[in-house]
């Protein structure tokens, strides 16, 4: 009897006939392609004359009946098509060769044009409606190897299908996290509440492992967890995926991918696929290994009400204390901040331009790549007095710009700061804010050459008027602009700065696929909120009534609702949370940080209002996890890469 279920079998006379006689049987066919053709047509005559091969053995046929099968085999294949040249045959009893088609053919011999059967199910199918489609992007009959590659599937969305495509999983991993669980949660409730069976083993090894991600699988039907309490003598770190199928075409992923986010998403992993088709006897004791761990006593059974022995044994193992650590540059540039380096001496020595825009994603460190450059420029110049002027908009931007160029310079003197309340002692090599140049105006004071080396940060906001006085007057040896978001909503162009074009760039997509930057899980929450008749002005919606809809509409409470619940659901741990809301304006900031604090979620709104002490504080808070989330309006907080976790939008 055909079992239901995902399959990659080449289909031969035999079963042909029965997926005709079977009325009950649907069936996904697809041809044989061209450039599959040798594979599977070798694999398939090797895998019968290894059955012929154990016939004979189960026979206790002497070795040399063996040899004869065999060599006659070779003698037929070496003829190229031809008569062999060995009139011996050697014909083996087999109950598949009694079967046979109206042509009398062997059962075995394969239909023409050659097709494979991907999957069979039963047919009017009235408890759930079966997608025969759906399948891993990879074979299941043939092994391969995960490397994280750009042109593999992401192991993840692979698992999802793996998942989908069960009649059982077995999952052995040293820790789950909910950032990985959470890919993968939807799918295995599906999988479990249509009848799959589920069993996990983990650890508290190093108490890595997520409270809420046990909580989440306990919640689920047809489930089993085991954890081993035990970190001493049990250190478990094996890794592996197991997707059991009753049609015989399981697979199992080995390698070094835990279930976490990094690990399953975007991480540097190495996991091989297994399939039990190409691989029997590995897949055979991999299955088996699992066995007898479930089996062992160093594996306790978990029930929902052992979280209270579970969180304190996390705690216990826990080695890693949240205690804020402050981000700090390492001062050597990174291989792809020092390609940076060399594109921009090439546009200026090779080209000549010496006014040069650097598009740098956000967190690959624009200001440093700016530091090094100065700082090669002073080496160039050391007989110069190589002025410096660096312009940001915001106190905090300056106050970090400092601080790297003092490292990279190695001088805890250099530099002045002009913002806020710090006057400088020298105009010489200053950090001023522009709202600072527009309100000194230096271009009415200094020469248009007083500076060598002018730098912009955020240049994206130089199309403003206030950055006129300090474009039309300055002419620098060097000047160079910084920014992740080059393209302005309004189509004001910056290139012209920086004679069309750009010198370097490298922007998110290639950061994260690079391993630059942590890759980012994006959420979107479907809302009943419709903007159809929200005027559109000037790239963006109109401000004043998206307040309407947002704060003073009757749907807006509901609205919040949903944020709330979405960021329950997809947050690991309210407690641990660090967010950052983004609101459309201070009234909506306002209402989103009272709604939450009304849902029990502490919460500050922050706002161009703010004091500069106001915002000191909630940073340090947020840092410091005694503030899980802010809201805020056109603002920066000055949080440094991993002091914030959740942005809300």
Known sequence: MLEKGLYEKLINFCLRNELNNNTEIESLEKALVN??????????????????????????????DRLDFVNNLLDKINSDGRESTSKEKIHINNPLDKISSKTEQNCDNIESPPKILL??????????????????????????????????????????????????????????????????????????????????????????????????????TNTEIKISYDTKNTRMHAKTYIFLRNT????????????SGAAISSGLEWNLKITKIDMQDVFDKIDATFDSYWSSEAFESFSPDQLARLNKALKNESSINNSGNEYSFD???????????????????????????????????????????????VREHPDSSNRLLFIAHREEILKQSIACFRNVLKDPEFGNLYVGNYKPLSDEHLFMSIQTFESIRPDLQLDKHYYDFIIIDEFHHAAAKSYANLLNHFNPEIMLGLTATPERMDGRDILK??????????????????????????FGITDSVDLENIAWK????????????????????????????????????????????????KAHAKFMAHYFQESGIQSIALTSDSTHQERNDARKKLVFGQLPTAKAVSLQLGCHNGQKNHPLQ
């Open 35 to 64: 450039d599959q053709l040798s594979r599977i047509l070798a694999a398939y005559v090797g895998e019968r004359t290894k059955h012929r091969l154990d016939i004979m053995e189960d026979k206790r046929l002497p070795v040399s």
């Open 119 to 220: 999957s069979a199910y039963p047919k009017n199918n009235e408890n759930k409606k079966i997608d025969l489609t759906i399948r891993p992007d990879t074979s299941v009959a043939y092994s391969s190897l995960f490397t994280g590659s750009s042109n593999e599937p992401q192991f993840y969305y692979e698992l999802q299908k793996e998942i989908q495509t069960s009649d059982q999983v077995d999952m052995l991993v040293s820790f789950i996290k909910w950032t990985g669980l959470r890919l993968i949660i939807k799918k295995l409730k599906e999988f479990t509440d249509n009848g799959g069976k589920l069993r996990v083993i983990t650890t508290t090894y190093m108490g890595v492992t997520d409270i809420k991600a046990i909580e989440e699988l306990a919640k689920l």
């Open 248 to 259: 015989g075409y399981s697979t199992a992923y080995v390698g070094s991918s835990n279930l």
């Open 331 to 377: 001062f050597h540039p990174y291989p792809y901040q020092s390609k940076i380096l060399e594109e921009l001496r090439a546009d200026r020595q090779l080209r000549g331009n010496y006014h040069n825009l650097v598009v740098s994603a956000t967190g690959t460190g624009k200001t440093i790549i700016s530091a090094f450059d100065y700082k090669q420029f």
């Open 497 to 522: 700065y920086f004679n069309n074009h750009i010198t370097s760039e490298i922007r998110l997509p290639e950061a994260i696929d690079q391993h630059l930057l942590c890759p980012f899980q994006y």
């Open 538 to 585: 000037k790239g963006s919606y109109d401000v004043s009534e998206l307040e309407n809809l947002y704060v003073k509409n009757s749907g807006a409470r509901e609205r919040a609702k949903l944020i709330i619940d979405a960021v329950r659901e997809y947050s690991t741990d309210i407690d641990s949370m660090k967010a950052l809301g983004f609101c459309v304006t």
